[in-house]
């Protein structure tokens, strides 16, 4: 079911030189995205995942954020080569992006037609008339309940739930090669939460669109992707198979995580915590990011970042521990 | 929409009237208005008789409820200056103030939205600087001040422009600065700081991702948000302009109800300055309910709740 790479970052590095000095928010990430694939990005928050989505569609504070390095080929070019205006027409157009509160994503001013038509309608001019029957179509696709009348409404008349699916909605109007979802049912009530996940499941599956997942929750990674990376401290540590990494987790982070997740099945005291805080991000230790919080600590963590090793079939962790397998 | 403008209309009435009630009792504080309006060596006689001509014999709750009436009735009394009735007066001035306080506020948004705007986009550059320390100027400047200031420069000095009085378009440029600056100052600020809030917002990045020209993200995305804080000080601005143009008026000679209420002060004709202040009363709720019409059709979370 999966294709050929569509999407494939190298190396990215995006730093903020803020006054109080340079946080390196995104240090060194590297992953692909094949079509028809969906790539979950797991971590807890303020490790690098919005950055990382962000700096692919260069869409960081430009007077404050910079990616000083790296690559991010898409159909063979690098974007960060790409003009201003080059990056516009990449934009809404090959890549899409749903953002994570439905709730202040939409203008509240303008009506969910006038909304959505900006974006249906920057795919090959055509008539008004028709800009508008595709809007309704591509409001069906998302399966928004009496589209001819939500194109006339305004965001306040929406609940969280539907205005979810607007903003699905204008993703995916111009048939994207790559999706970024990020968090997209964290702000939603729970019982939404998994009618939401099914309808984006079924919208990928159906264009074969490549999807970056971004979550912090691991119950959506097991029923959303295909492969997973863990991301710590602005480095990911450990990537494969969603479950070659949940049965066999390499890296002692994704350990502890998996770990806390707590379990339906299982009764528990008291779930499993990791210890202190991860690294500021503007002072980050020399060696292993994790390696204060790890419980298996020596003295190579501190001293050097860990190789990427070997932990499976597409399956590597950074951890100095996998050295002496 | 209409039940609320209707509402809203009978709340004006409900105002109006606690203003014309205090505009006549306050009034009435200052002492007798005939011994303000007789000269000092008038005879005891004379007192009599302008008290029954203006009609302040009698207790003070009769004298009211007469004022009442006829001001219900449309009428306010008559002027002691003009020997005419203080409402004329004031209608018969009123469209000169109104030539002068479109062309002030079209100047003003003219001025502001773009450097507000500028300002936002470019925040701690040069230009943000720049138009900042020119608000605080604008702001900081009393209007009296700088009305003389300049008809000393242009008029008097370079002999560019009229100093007084109302004429062709040149006569405009004096007032409408003088009257003008402390506007573009209070938008500007007000639309950089919004501006700046909004362009944070989720949607304005929602906008990006959809490959918005930075124009349109701007112009319209941002835009109509940022206006919807600037309307309600335009209601502010508004009121004061038409009825606190009396410094300005007063120093460049312009006929208009912002000078009749200095002239009323000062020649203590009692009858007109309560009509003005009434009238006044009047225009500022007229100028509320427009901008609360304006903000429903701006914000939509409005009219539909």
Known sequence: ?325 | MRRYIVQRLLQGVFLVLIVTTIVFFLGRLTGNPADMVLPEDASEEDRQEMIETLGLDGPVHTQFFIFMGNALQGDLGLSIRYRQPAAEVFFSRLPNTMKIVPATMIVALVLAIPLGILSALRRGSVTDRFSGAIAVLGIATPNFWLGILLIYLFSVQLGWLPSARMGGFTHYILPTITLGTFLVAGFMRLIRSSMLEILDSEFVKLARIKGLSEFKVIWKHCLRNALIPVLSLWGVFMGGLVTGAIVTETVFAWPGVGRLTYEAVIFRDFPLLQAVIIMDAILILFINLLVDILYAYVDPRIRYT
């Open chain 1, 1 to 325: 079911m999966t294709g050929e790479t569509v999407l494939e970052v190298r190396d990215l590095h995006t730093h903020f030189f803020l006054r109080r000095g340079v946080v390196q928010a995104v240090d060194g990430v590297s992953f692909s995205l094949r079509r028809g694939e969906v790539l979950g990005l797991v971590g807890e928050s303020g490790c690098g995942k919005s950055v990382t989505a962000l700096s692919l569609l260069r869409l960081l504070p430009k007077d404050a954020a910079r990616t000083v390095r790296g690559e991010v080929v898409l159909d063979g070019e690098n974007l960060l080569d790409k003009s201003d205006r080059e990056m516009r027409q990449i934009r809404g157009q090959k890549i899409a992006m749903i953002l994570q509160d439905p709730q202040t994503s939409l203008n509240p001013v303008f009506t969910i037609g006038d909304q959505l038509q900006e974006a249906v309608a920057r795919q090959n001019g055509a008539g008004r008339g028709s800009v508008m029957q595709r809007v309704v179509d591509v409001l069906r696709r998302v399966k928004l309940a009496a589209p001819e009348q939500r194109i006339r409404q305004y965001p306040h008349q929406l609940s969280g739930g539907m205005k979810q699916r607007v903003v699905g909605a204008i993703a995916i109007s111009c048939e994207p090669q790559v999706m970024i979802a990020d968090e997209p049912t964290t702000a939603l009530d729970v019982t939404i939460q998994l009618q939401y996940l099914q309808l984006l499941k079924e919208l990928q599956a159906s264009t074969d669109m490549a999807m970056l997942f971004i979550t912090h929750d691991f119950g959506v990674v097991a029923k959303m992707c295909d492969r997973v990376a863990v991301m710590y401290a602005g480095r990911i540590v450990e990537s494969g198979p969603v479950r070659e990494v949940f049965d066999n987790p390499a890296h002692p982070y994704t350990q502890a995580l998996i770990a806390s997740v707590p379990k339906m099945r299982q009764e528990v005291g008291l779930l499993h915590t990791i210890e202190g805080q991860p690294p500021a991000l503007s002072d980050l230790p020399e060696g292993c990011r994790f390696a204060p919080r790890c419980e298996f600590a020596e003295a190579r963590c501190q001293a050097a970042y860990p190789d990427t090793f070997h932990a499976g079939e597409e399956h590597s962790a950074s951890c100095w521990r996998l050295a002496d397998d």
